[in-house]
């Protein structure tokens, strides 16, 4: 069974930093195209980053030189590093992969950024 545990999150202060990462488990990790997707109050939840199994990563542009996804398929984890954050960038952040037809995704976890 395919299984996804996030952690990391927290409160932190506008400018400040925060890594998140995502422990898989329950299938072949390494072939997987991994994701972070954010959802904030009242709002969609949206994608904010992926990792191909080739280590390729794409952004929003919201996030774009701030943010980078990475992977270490050694121990089956992906990683989040948060720069600059900003108080937009407030929201549970869940981690997530696609897998034999199906959406997967970890309880998530809460970022806070004050101002």
């Known amino acids: 069974q395919v299984q996804l545990v996030e952690s990391g999150g927290g409160l932190v202060q506008a400018g400040g930093s925060l890594r998140l990462s995502c422990a898989a488990s329950?299938?072949?990790?390494?072939?997987?195209?991994m994701g972070w997707y954010r959802q904030a109050p009242g709002k969609q939840r949206e994608l904010v980053a992926t990792?191909?199994?080739?280590?390729?990563?794409n952004y929003v542009d919201s996030v774009k030189g701030r943010f980078t996804i990475t992977r270490d398929n050694a121990v089956n984890m992906v990683y989040l590093q948060m720069n600059s954050l900003k108080p937009e960038d407030t929201a549970v952040y869940y981690c997530?992969?696609?897998?034999?037809?199906?959406?997967?995704w970890g309880q998530g976890t809460q970022v806070t950024v004050s101002s």
């Open positions: 329950g299938m072949i990790f390494r072939t997987k195209t």
């Open positions: 990792i191909t199994s080739g280590g390729s990563s």
């Open positions: 997530h992969v696609h897998f034999n037809w199906s959406d997967y």
